[in-house]
């Protein structure tokens, strides 16, 4: 009977031992597989050739030449911007300051002479003086008859006067002059009815 449950425990023990071994050759078996799978997938996504290597190089480099192209390209037209703007400042701050010498000869035009000659000296000059301005894009401002407009025109007086509409420009004292859009010189003007 001694025999018996030392040759049961013997078998027990050996039973427990082949599970164990077999557990660990699971494990092992387990491990293989993945290590396999791993293998296979990395075979499956080769490592990328020299040629692709380049393909992606020269993508990338044509991308950060064609935004250097875009960037120059704003920088041209922001700066063409500029320089547009400039000369318009420029000009219009140059006959502002040329403007009180054509008032002069229109004064001068409108002065009663019995001289002839100098009188069609005086047109001639002014109507010379009138051109080159036309030619400059200069435009008067001459907004009597209209509706007050303070965007081109500053009011220095108002009147009551029956006969005009309500805000009308009823006088000009000084013509105002624009190029453009831009106003150079705002006419000063005496508004009716306001």
């Given amino acids: ?17 082949k599970e164990q071994v077999s ?20 075979e499956t996504q080769p490592e990328p050739s020299e040629e692709e290597k380049l393909k992606k190089e020269l993508e990338e480099s044509k991308d950060k030449y064609l935004r250097l192209m875009a960037e120059y390209d704003n920088f041209r037209k922001r700066s063409a911007k500029e320089r547009l703007e400039l000369s318009a400042t420029v000009k219009g701050n140059t ?14 035009l409108a002065a009663e002479t019995e001289d002839t000659n100098y009188k069609a ?4 000059i002014f109507k010379q003086f009138g051109d080159m301005l036309t030619k400059l894009g200069v435009e008067i401002i001459d907004p009597i008859g209209q509706t007050f407009d303070p965007n081109i025109a500053n009011a220095v007086n108002q009147i009551e ?4 509409g309500e805000n009308e420009v009823a006088q000009v004292f000084q013509k105002g002059y624009k190029i453009g859009d831009k106003v150079i010189r705002y006419a000063m003007v005496v508004v009716a009815n306001p």
Avoid: Y
């Fill in 1 to 17: 009977m001694e025999n018996d449950k030392e040759l049961e425990q013997q078998e027990a023990a050996e039973d427990t031992a």
């Fill in 95 to 108: 006959i502002g300051e040329i403007l009180p010498v054509f008032d002069n000869f229109e004064r001068a």
């Fill in 23 to 42: 557990e660990q050759s699971g494990d092992v078996s387990e491990q293989a597989a993945q290590e396999e799978e791993t293998a296979a997938e990395q």
């Fill in 121 to 124: 000296g005086v047109e001639m």
């Fill in 161 to 164: 006067d029956e006969n005009l």
